[in-house]
Nanobody
């Protein structure tokens, strides 16, 4: 079964740090673009950061200079290092990835979502 499994959320005071992880597993032959999204209560899911398989990164303006996305291709894992956290960073963080699936002798690409991990930043 192909899946993305996230970890690393929790409760932290404003100004603190957290590191999120998201690992892809299953019958996959490639992991392409990987992204982190943030969803706060009553709001739409928003893109926070993304990283290509070659390591090119992009960030939302709200997190530039505070968050860093990285990946370990050998482990099929993407990370989000979150520093200088603010109360408005509170919410559920989801990873998303474009995976190359091996289905018997066939291959196809599809997007997958992680289950989400809660981040709560207290003021």
């Amino acid at each position: 079964q192909v899946q993305l499994v996230e970890s690393g959320g929790g409760l932290v005071q404003a100004g603190g740090s957290l590191r999120l992880s998201c690992a892809a597993s299953g019958s996959i032959f490639s992991v392409n673009d990987m992204r982190w999204y943030h969803q706060s209560p009553g709001r739409q899911r928003e893109l926070v950061a993304d990283i290509t398989s070659g390591g090119i990164t992009n960030y939302a303006d709200s997190v530039k200079g505070r968050f860093t996305i990285s990946r370990d291709n050998a482990k099929n894992t993407v990370y989000l290092q979150m520093n200088s956290l603010k109360p408005e960073d509170t919410g559920v963080y989801y990873c998303n990835a474009l995976l190359g699936l091996q289905i018997g002798d066939r291959k196809r690409f599809d997007y997958f979502w992680g289950q989400g991990t809660q981040v709560t930043v207290s003021s």
